[in-house]
């Protein structure tokens, strides 16, 4: 009964994930199908690699690792996926959660420096992200099943900024919030992330 439920749910967040996915794409696909088709790159010179770390030590320890391995589908917009592990302790409690995220970022302004004289080249993007997380019943109240862990779905969404520091690589900081909070308190609302990538 159990592993049937935890089976609908998974279904459903990967269902749901792929259907606002879906639906994303295709009204980019409809806006830049009008531009002037241009040659598209050779697929890996539009693979990108990065995600973020994060490390906090003292009355609460939270390291959290997210790599993640993307396409530029079009000049302006790009999906990624990746794992995300975390490692919560809070004075003697401690859990491992455990997940599957992606993305899709759309450039909304390539370099700022060409809007505004700052002389920097710096980015603006939107981001919207679906995460499914595992976590560990035991360490939460009210866990929604009786088995050792159990399974949340958020979607997060925001902007941000991305600095230029190569041909290929930049650093992105971005100002999320979770959509669909669970109550379990996973995220911080808003949620304040800086990745790499390259």
């Known amino acids: 009964m159990i592993l049937k439920y ?23 696909s409809v806006v830049f199908g009008q531009q002037q088709k241009e040659a598209a790159p050779p697929l890996r010179e539009r693979l990108f690699y990065g995600g973020n770390f994060g490390l906090q030590f003292g009355t609460i320890t939270d390291i959290q690792v997210s790599p993640v391995i993307g396409v530029w589908l079009f000049p302006r917009l790009a999906v990624a996926a990746g794992p995300d592990y975390r490692f919560y302790k809070y004075q003697s409690d401690r859990t491992n959660i ?40 035991s360490y939460w109240k009210n866990p929604p099943v009786f088995s050792k862990r159990f399974y949340i779905n958020t979607i997060l969404a925001g902007g941000g900024l991305s600095q230029q520091l190569g041909r290929r690589s930049s650093m992105n900081m971005m100002i999320l919030w979770a959509l669909n909070d669970s109550g379990y308190g996973v995220y911080s609302n808003p949620e304040i992330r800086i990745s790499f990538t390259f």
């Open 6 to 28: 935890l089976l609908t749910y998974s279904n459903r967040s990967i269902r749901n994930t792929l259907l606002t996915g879906f639906l994303v794409f295709a009204s980019f």
């Open 98 to 137: 455990y997940g599957l995220k992606t993305y899709m970022e759309f450039v909304v302004v390539k370099d700022l420096g060409s809007v505004l004289p700052v002389g920097s080249n710096t980015g603006i993007f939107l981001h919207i992200e679906d995460e499914l997380l595992n976590l560990e019943s």
